[in-house]
């Protein structure tokens, strides 16, 4: 009798453990895919940042260059100017 109910609280124990064992596995594959999540989700606010920065850094050369065609122009009318000036007065 002493050996059935030795026999059934082992039972109960390996069951008992399997059971912990089962829900501790599917905790750490919880915790793992949380942290897959907030990896990807990082990865992707970083290229959008990474995008971002890119197109801010195309426009602003697109700007300057911008900027640079129409101070060229400019400079080019001022020199026109200069050499009409100098005509006029002679030298």
């Known amino acids: 009798m002493d050996r059935w ?3 059934i609280d082992d039972l109960k124990r390996r069951k008992r453990s399997d059971r912990e064992e089962r829900e501790d596995t599917a905790a750490q594959e919880k915790v793992e895919l949380e942290m897959v999540r907030e990896s990807m989700k990082y ?5 959008r940042i990474r995008e971002e920065c ?6 602003s050369k697109d700007e300057r260059e911008s900027n ?8 080019k ?4 100017m200069r050499k009409k000036k100098k005509k006029r007065q002679g030298k």
Not at 43 to 47: D, H, I, T
């Open 77 to 80: 009318g001022m020199g026109r």
């Open 5 to 7: 109910i030795a026999a």
């Open 54 to 59: 890119e197109s801010a850094e195309e426009s």
């Open 43 to 47: 990865y992707f606010v970083e290229k």
């Open 68 to 75: 640079n065609d129409n101070n060229n122009e400019k400079l």
